[in-house]
């Protein structure tokens, strides 16, 4: 199908999707971004956010709490540390990625805290932007 690129989405735990794809918003860690088909090729790593899948057949939306994303003119292919549709997203989950995330960032040194401290700003506002 013309402009359209093949999409795949892999965590450690399954394969999430893998399909034809008109646009994947990306929750880039130095902003969003949009890949679509003839897209420069390009690496980037994820911050928590929602990641959505535009196709032939509809919307897809993920939560992910970070990883990489490789584009290419053809594909996109997203390597999340953890990445769940949208619709299995529950209120505890997310209290507890931000609890480890918390604890962690009171743990860090001085040198990391500024790293930490927006991982959990991060992950609040991706528990925001589900609803949960």
């Known amino acids: ?3 359209t690129l093949q999409f795949d989405l892999v965590s450690p735990e399954r394969r999430l999707a893998s399909v034809l794809a008109t646009e994947v918003l990306i929750p880039g860690a130095d902003g969003d971004m949009t890949a679509m088909a003839n897209h420069a090729a390009t690496i980037t790593s994820l911050r928590p956010g929602l990641l959505t899948v535009t196709g032939p057949e509809g ?8 990883g990489f994303a490789d584009i290419t003119a053809a594909s996109t292919s997203v390597l999340a540390e ?3 549709p949208l619709s299995e997203v529950t209120a505890e989950m997310m209290d507890g990625l ?3 995330a918390t604890t962690a960032a009171a743990a860090a040194s001085v040198d990391a ?5 927006k991982l959990v700003a991060d992950l609040q506002a ?7």
């Open 126 to 132: 991706l528990r925001a932007a589900v609803g949960v």
């Open 113 to 117: 805290r500024n790293v930490t401290d």
């Open 82 to 84: 953890r990445a769940v």
């Open 1 to 3: 199908m013309a402009n």
């Open 59 to 66: 919307k897809m939306t993920y939560a992910v709490t970070g």
């Open 98 to 100: 931000i609890a480890d």
